[in-house]
């Protein structure tokens, strides 16, 4: 099956600015993830919804992050305005349910200047 | 809060050589417990996983984990290491309860088997 696909791979940005990442899950898992995992520390959930809804955003920066998953398919993460700490990878997960084992992408690199 | 304990963060070992890495985990309710793999270039993997029943649970190429509930623990073993067993490994755990459901993972081991 194919796995979880995630864009882009690295991104560079100036702190201030905006960016934005893009997962596409497996094909039928209804729970979708975003982790953060800083170098030297494992993920970290940012958010996770069931099919197009949120069940957990409670480690979501919501000042400055905001993510959707419109249609319960693929989702989108932003960061606005970006802050030098924000520099990390930022990994999308998918699973048939929140019980079951999650499936990871290849994750996108930010790094903020 | 919950929370997941990696006992080292770099081991290295030669070829043969048995492996044990140690997971310990803050949680007093439910809990499934999950090894990842992640290989250099490559995306986490899933190792082998504990939901319920034998604690002593087998996974891919020759790991298995025991899951001991007195300890908290969820240590991860291979009797014999190979080079391509180098990687960084991640214990996790779901926490859940009351609607609330989480995977929460260590910071991880990494893992450097030399020739």
């Known amino acids: 099956e194919a796995g979880v696909a995630q864009s882009p791979r690295y991104k560079i940005i100036e702190k201030r600015q905006s960016v934005a990442f893009w997962c596409n899950p497996i094909?039928?898992?209804?729970?979708l993830y975003w982790y953060q995992q800083i170098l030297g520390q494992g993920p970290k959930l940012l958010i996770q919804?069931?099919?197009?809804?949120?069940?957990?955003d409670s480690q979501l920066p919501k000042d400055r992050f905001s993510a959707e998953r419109l249609k319960g398919v693929d989702s989108t993460l932003k960061i606005q305005p970006a802050k030098l700490e924000d520099s990390a990878v930022y990994l999308c997960?998918?699973?048939?349910?929140?019980?079951?084992?999650?499936?990871f992408g290849d994750g996108t690199r930010l790094s903020i200047l | 809060a919950q929370s997941v304990s990696q006992h080292n963060h770099h081991v290295i070992l030669s070829e043969a050589a048995s492996l044990e890495l140690g997971c310990n985990y803050s949680?007093?309710?439910?809990?499934?417990l999950f090894w990842y793999v992640q290989y250099p270039g490559q995306h986490l993997q899933l190792l082998l996983k504990?939901?319920?029943?034998?604690?002593l649970v087998k996974g891919i190429k020759g790991f298995e984990a025991e899951f001991i509930k007195s300890k908290f623990s969820f240590n991860l073993r291979k009797p014999s290491v190979q080079w391509s067993d180098t990687a960084e490994y991640f214990c996790?755990?779901?926490?859940?309860?009351?609607?609330?459901?989480?995977?929460?993972f260590g910071a991880g081991t990494r893992l450097a088997v030399h020739p």
């Open positions: 997960a998918s699973s048939l349910s929140r019980d079951q084992p999650q499936h």
């Open positions: 094909s039928g898992h209804a729970t």
């Open positions: 919804f069931q099919n197009n809804g949120v069940v957990d």
């Open positions: 949680y007093g309710g439910t809990v499934n």
């Open positions: 504990y939901f319920s029943g034998d604690p």
């Open positions: 996790a755990v779901n926490v859940r309860g009351g609607g609330y459901n989480k995977l929460i």
